[in-house]
């Protein structure tokens, strides 16, 4: 298929049309109203279900209830909404009810503002949900990983029966740029085995997410700790930019991402042995893969739309194998490529100093 | 060719977000990289919105640029607002019709042109917006024109009726912006 311009907010919306995404139910707020628009103008013509919910709380809930019966269902919303969603999230994972969660951040914290940010990273991948559970995260930074990301959100949720966030920010959800949807690529697993499809001629089947008998809610926990794991071998992934001989590896996820790589070109040609370590899955963070390139780096400098967040990872990651630096801005403020290069100009020479006062 | 970036800019209802999209698509049919990015806030009614492209042979990066080649302000406000931002020896298109403050900068050279004055000599309604993209595209032969017509024709089909039947305004818009600069009609 030839490649179309398309919004970033728009494709994410197509994609989960394409992907077999029966139901979307959301509230709109910017900066990702169009996906609920577009879900609006096409799932009804499709003979699917779209329903605008009376709020945020209301829609996840509307997911929970689809995904119990092994129908792909979606919503999506923007930080402060993505917030009142929590209790919910925690309720899919302990239920294990699949289920797709498009986080379009801006500015926070409260109602903040409407410019993209990146300050809802602990909210997604640590969870504002009580108890101990793990989203899985995937984190996009161009419109085609969008569409690429979306799929294999509707897979990885149905594949693990465990809700799904698809964490943009404002700025890929309001951009245009040219993406191929070409075809969903995943054969979805079987859920007949525990959907709740009617019990005429089998047991009655309960999906809950309370479990009072003792030992039966530890050994749940101990179970899906153990999918976890699995989700971390299988799933992990991440982008490297020119890291094979960088000496200053910069760190940053989703839009950040691509902004460094500008950044990283430049000081390239400068001479500057720079590199980008860009996460792909949030969680399942690519911890061992992110310490196999400190090892032989000199410095990390962590970049992000906020005061400092996947920077608790990425030092647990790096665990000592070289200094970590953070450099980001917070409250809808941007970072360009020449911020971003200034950053690592200064660091780069720090490290080249460091090195000749050794000798 | 060489990589151009462009803000487009102008108050709301002067088609700033419409014209880059246009110079998207048309960058589309021309198998380059393009991003667009605009302003999204409440200013769309009324206040002053912008959108910024880029084109490329290469993959770009990041859609976020500190300086830019070209801006395009359709007025006064716009012309204030991203007069810095334009790289020494870039340009700026200025719509003199409705900005008549001084020009601050002598590292950039600037194209005043009188649209809104000049769309009264063409098929009515006449689009300002597309009047100046079709100075950019002259100036900087950043895409052909024949492309940004053939993305008119593409987009008018997804469109009201009613839109449709301006394609042909649209069209006029787009060459006579062209012509202005072919002829160095206004050129300052």
Known sequence: ??????????????????????????????????????????????????????????????????????????????????????????????????????????????????????????????????????????????????????????????????????????????????????????????????????????PARNIVSLHMPEGELEQLSNRIFEKYEKIKKEETTYEGFMLEDAKLVLTAFGTVGRIAKSAVLKARGEGMKVGLFRPVTLFPFPEKQLNDVAKNADMVLDLELNQGQMLLDVRSSVFGACPVEFYGRSGGGMLTPDMIFEKVKELYAAINKTKVGVK | MKDVSVIISGFGGQGALFAGILLCHAAVVEGKHTTWFPSYGAEMRGGAVNCCVNISDKEIPSPVVDTVDVVIALNDASQKKFENKVKKGGFMILNSSLSHIPTTRNDISYIKLPLNDLAQKLLQPAFINVMALGAFIEKTSALKLESVIESMKEMSKTVSAKKAALLPNNIESLNFGAELIRNQAVVV
């Not at chain 1, 298929?1 to 394409?18: D, F, S």
């Not at chain 1, 096409?42 to 003979?47: I, K």
């Not at chain 1, 709380?57 to 969603?85: D, R």
């Open chain 1, 1 to 202: 298929m030839a490649k179309v311009l398309v919004k970033g907010n728009e494709a994410i919306a197509q994609a989960a049309i394409n992907a077999g995404c029966q139901c979307y139910f959301g509230y709109p707020i910017t900066p990702q109203s169009e996906i609920g628009e577009y879900m609006g103008a096409h799932l009804p013509e499709m003979g699917r279900n779209f329903i605008t919910a009376e709020s945020e709380l209301a829609s996840i809930n509307m997911v929970i209830g689809a995904g119990t019966t092994g129908t792909k269902a979606m919503t999506s919303s923007s930080s402060c909404g993505i917030a009142l969603m929590q209790e919910a999230i925690s309720a899919m994972c302990c239920a294990e009810v699949p289920g797709v969660i498009v986080s379009v951040m801006r500015g926070g914290p409260g109602l903040g503002n409407i410019a993209p940010a990146q300050g809802d990273y602990f909210q997604a991948v640590k969870g504002g949900g009580n108890g101990d559970y793990k989203t899985i995260v995937l984190s996009p930074s161009t419109v085609q990983e969008a569409i690429d990301l979306t799929y294999r959100a509707f897979y990885l949720s149905l594949k693990y029966r465990n809700p799904v966030m698809l964490l943009a920010d404002g700025l890929l959800g309001q951009m245009m740029e040219p993406a191929d949807f070409g075809e969903y690529p995943y054969k979805d697993p079987d859920v007949s085995t525990w959907a709740l499809n009617g019990a005429d001629n089998r």
